[in-house]
């Protein structure tokens, strides 16, 4: 009786190792497959001051499936809901252009000249990323918003 036990115990043993092998073979093999996909590079696509040799910065910039769209602002004369409702259009047609959406949002940041403004910025705001909004930080700029503007908003979406 001694002997089974011990045959069972060795097959026992020998299935738990073989197991072991095949999966460090497995998981040997999802990591070469892994590590043939090529990486995501950063995609320069909007180059808002083509004046200069080396521009400031870049209007949007897209890494993998990621989307990143600069402070849009409204340099015009106007109340905060007009310059809200300017700069979220702006904002929409970058996303557009670049293949993504107002629904594929993911982060907002909203700068405010004036922290008074938020209210009438949050009226025209509200709905336009769709029913599943994204996150968001609003602040307000100690000395405004650059230029005009009464409110600059820029985003991070996902792109298909």
């Known amino acids: 009786m001694n002997h089974l036990n011990n045959t069972t115990?060795?097959?026992?043993?020998?299935k738990k190792i073989g197991?072991?092998?095949?999966?460090?073979?497995?998981?040997?093999?999802?990591?070469?497959?892994?590590?043939?996909?090529?990486?995501?590079?950063?995609?320069?696509?909007?180059l808002p001051e083509t004046?200069?040799?080396?521009?400031l910065f870049s209007g949007?910039?897209?890494?993998?499936?990621?989307?990143?769209i600069a402070g849009k602002g409204a340099h015009f004369d106007g109340?905060?809901?007009?310059?809200?409702?300017?700069?979220l259009k702006e904002l929409q047609k970058e996303l557009e252009r670049n293949g993504s959406s107002m629904e594929q949002v993911l982060k907002v940041n909203v700068?405010?000249?004036d922290l008074e403004d938020y209210k009438g910025m949050?009226?025209?705001?509200?709905?336009?990323?769709?029913?599943n909004p994204p996150v968001r930080t609003t602040v307000a700029t100690y000395g405004g918003v650059p230029g005009k503007s009464?409110?600059?908003?820029?985003?991070?979406a996902a792109v298909d």
């Not at 115990?9 to 020998?14: D, I, M, Q």
């Open 150 to 156: 009464l409110v600059e908003i820029d985003c991070i």
């Open 111 to 113: 700068y405010l000249h």
């Open 51 to 55: 004046d200069q040799d080396i521009p």
């Open 60 to 68: 949007a910039v897209r890494h993998g499936n990621t989307l990143y």
């Open 122 to 131: 949050n009226e025209v705001y509200r709905g336009r990323f769709g029913k």
């Open 79 to 87: 109340d905060i809901k007009a310059h809200t409702d300017h700069v």
């Open 9 to 14: 115990s060795r097959r026992s043993s020998l």
């Open 19 to 46: 197991m072991v092998m095949i999966g460090a073979l497995g998981l040997g093999m999802s990591n070469k497959a892994i590590a043939k996909e090529p990486k995501p590079k950063k995609q320069v696509l909007d």
